[in-house]
């Protein structure tokens, strides 16, 4: 199918639709997600619609991105979730014994506490969402309050940044909404959050960012940190391996 069709099918969806999903476009023209998204940036650099992660949505639509959000938090476990293991387990392996770790909100970074609650170390997190995976762990787990956001699954606010700012960490773990290789940036959804990983990015000696391949060229409301500062990227595999900068690390 030529780039012209494509176009007019997608524009055609969101018309109809308000909404498109990269993975579902991919499927049903039978070609890459990557080619999907490169489609979307363009119409996006013209005006035509705003991109979200994982898709995009008519021009204007605020309510739709509302609703997209909360599907994705309830089905976000589910997703791209073997990438996240591996992700999580290439992670892991960076870790010595007797090192202390933060590991960031978001589902991305969950798997992370299979692989390291069983070591001893210690761990510190605002991730609810991995410390409802906590079985009897031989980690010290110190837990990060403050005000609770249902929506994360996670603290936040000055006193969950207060006591975040007690730690120096050997290793910090952050996951992001997305990053843009081209401006060499990521990026988070908004301020609340944010703020927890550049404290954590701050205080530690060693900063890596999980991210899988579905977030890439997708920009958040928030910048955060450059990508060139962090030690390590660790993505799963994709077709852009080749152009990847040197502190990318592939999780395969």
Same mark, same amino acid.
């Given at each position: 199918? !030529?780039?012209?069709?494509? !176009?007019?099918?997608?524009?055609?969806?969101?018309?109809?639709?308000?909404?498109?999903?990269?993975?579902?476009?991919?499927?049903?023209?039978?070609?890459?997600?990557?080619?999907?998204?490169? @489609?979307?940036?363009?119409?996006?650099?013209?005006?035509?619609?705003?991109?979200?992660? *994982? *898709?995009?949505?008519?021009?204007?639509?605020?309510?739709?991105?509302?609703? =997209?959000?909360?599907?994705?938090?309830?089905?976000?476990?589910?997703?791209?979730? =073997?990438?996240?293991?591996?992700?999580?387990?290439?992670?892991?392996?960076?870790?010595?014994?007797?090192?202390?770790?933060?590991? /960031?909100? *978001?589902?991305? !970074?969950?798997?992370?506490?299979?692989?390291?609650?069983?070591?001893?170390?210690?761990?510190?997190?605002?991730?609810?969402?991995?410390? &409802?995976?906590?079985?009897?762990?031989?980690?010290?787990?110190?837990?990060?309050?403050? @005000?609770?956001?249902?929506?994360? /699954?996670?603290?936040?606010?000055?006193?969950?940044?207060?006591?975040?700012?007690?730690?120096?960490? @050997?290793?910090?773990?952050?996951?992001?909404?997305?990053?843009?290789?081209?401006? @060499?940036?990521?990026?988070?959804?908004?301020?609340?959050?944010?703020?927890?990983?550049?404290?954590?990015?701050?205080?530690?000696?060693?900063?890596?960012?999980?991210?899988?391949?579905?977030?890439?060229?997708?920009?958040?409301?928030?910048?955060?940190?450059? !990508?060139?500062?962090?030690?390590?990227?660790?993505?799963?595999?994709?077709?852009?391996?080749?152009?990847?900068?040197?502190?990318?690390?592939? &999780?395969?």
């Amino acid at each position: 199918m !030529l780039t012209k069709e494509r !176009l007019y099918y997608l524009m055609e969806k969101i018309d109809r639709d308000r909404i498109v999903h990269v993975k579902e476009v991919a499927k049903t023209l039978d070609v890459s997600e990557s080619t999907i998204r490169r @489609d979307l940036a363009q119409l996006e650099k013209d005006g035509k619609l705003c991109r979200i992660r *994982g *898709g995009a949505i008519k021009t204007g639509s605020e309510d739709i991105v509302t609703d =997209h959000k909360e599907i994705m938090m309830s089905e976000r476990m589910h997703i791209n979730f =073997h990438a996240k293991q591996k992700i999580c387990k290439k992670a892991s392996e960076l870790v010595k014994d007797g090192e202390c770790v933060f590991i /960031d909100g *978001g589902t991305t !970074l969950v798997p992370l506490i299979d692989f390291l609650q069983d070591r001893p170390i210690h761990i510190v997190t605002h991730n609810y969402l991995a410390v &409802a995976r906590l079985r009897n762990p031989k980690a010290q787990v110190t837990v990060i309050g403050g @005000d609770y956001l249902p929506h994360f /699954d996670m603290g936040s606010g000055s006193m969950a940044t207060n006591d975040l700012n007690q730690f120096q960490f @050997d290793h910090v773990f952050l996951g992001c909404a997305g990053i843009d290789l081209v401006d @060499d940036m990521s990026y988070t959804t908004e301020l609340a959050t944010g703020e927890i990983k550049k404290i954590a990015f701050r205080n530690s000696v060693h900063r890596y960012l999980l991210i899988d391949s579905s977030k890439f060229q997708i920009r958040g409301f928030c910048k955060l940190e450059p !990508l060139s500062k962090f030690d390590r990227i660790i993505t799963n595999q994709c077709e852009l391996e080749e152009k990847l900068a040197e502190n990318f690390l592939i &999780a395969d």
